[in-house]
């Protein structure tokens, strides 16, 4: 490479190195939460950065997408999640974890529990043990901090034990100051009602519909014990069960939420700074 070549190359280097920098620094100063369900179809996938920039994957989806979701969502250097959470073991929220952990450095998973024989179960169960990633199993009523002013509880970790234990479903609600969010995985109206017996303090302003709006969620009952102002729904514009239901769909509007739906709204994206929240989508 001749001198002018090496020049030039230099000045591109420094260039980029400088427009780095200066996009982190600007991350840095932004203390805003930020919550993202990101738009993989027949699955559930989300996203959270808290103001001190840890970085939280919920799920994954059932292919490649939740990939280039990531890419969007953070910077394209950005190679490392601080965490990874299995809302469910079924193929269509483990199979896109496959490639995110052969594609990111994981600092710990939060299992479900529970036994499942999907190929992509043991596909990502073997890439943990062979990172030698910390893996906790969750239990109900377990608290786990995602930074100083966030937290997260489990309001249920056995959600499918009418399926054997098999899905591992995860009930999550997450709170930063006065933004909370309720994530509800694959649950359905009787888990709903088991968390309202329950006495458990599930009111929140973003609500995760169950089992991606189908006829078996958002049962009016808890939908009055949320008291949601946003429902999103996770789904696949072309799955062949209908989802979402159109009477869940009326339910939720009576309850007066905003629905989102990633086959319409694609990727959501809710932005907070602890007092007020706003939602918005990609479309």
């Known amino acids: 490479m001749n001198k002018k070549r090496y ?25 805003s939460f930020k919550f993202y369900m990101l738009n993989v179809g027949a699955g559930n996938a989300f996203f959270i950065e808290t103001p001190s920039k840890n970085q939280i994957l919920i799920g994954g989806g059932p ?28 193929s269509e929220d483990t199979s896109g974890l496959v490639d995110v952990l052969k594609n990111y450095d994981v600092k ?48 249920g970790a056995d959600a499918d034990e009418k399926y054997g234990g098999r899905g591992g479903n995860l009930i999550l609600r997450i709170v930063f100051g006065n933004t909370r ?14 968390l309202v017996s329950s006495g458990a303090d599930i009111k929140s302003d973003i609500l995760q519909v169950g089992h991606h709006g189908s006829k078996n969620s958002a049962n009016p009952l808890f939908l009055d014990r949320v008291l949601p102002k946003y429902a999103l729904i996770s789904v696949d514009a072309k799955n062949r069960y209908g989802y979402p239901d159109q009477n869940t769909l009326d339910t ?32």
Request: charged letters at 30%; glycine letters at 6%.
């Open 252 to 283: 939720i509007a009576k309850a007066s939420a905003k629905i989102f739906r990633t086959d319409l709204n694609s990727r959501i994206e809710v932005i907070s700074d602890s007092v007020n929240f706003k939602v918005v989508s990609k479309r």
């Open 63 to 90: 292919d490649r997408s939740a990939l280039g979701e990531l890419g969007d969502v953070m910077p394209f250097w950005d190679r490392s999640l601080d965490l990874i959470i299995l809302i469910t073991h079924k």
């Open 108 to 155: 710990k998973i939060i299992d479900g529990g529970g036994v499942s024989n999907q190929s992509s179960y043991r596909e990502l169960d073997g890439l943990i043990q062979g990172k030698k990633i910390e893996r906790i199993f969750a239990t109900s009523g377990m608290d786990v901090p995602l930074d100083r002013d966030v937290s997260m509880s489990i309001l």
């Open 181 to 194: 969010f309720l994530l509800m995985g694959d649950a359905e109206k009787p888990d709903e009602l088991s």
């Open 7 to 31: 020049k030039y190359f230099l000045v591109l280097i420094l260039l980029v190195a400088g427009i780095i920098l200066a996009l982190e620094l600007k991350r840095f100063n932004d203390r």
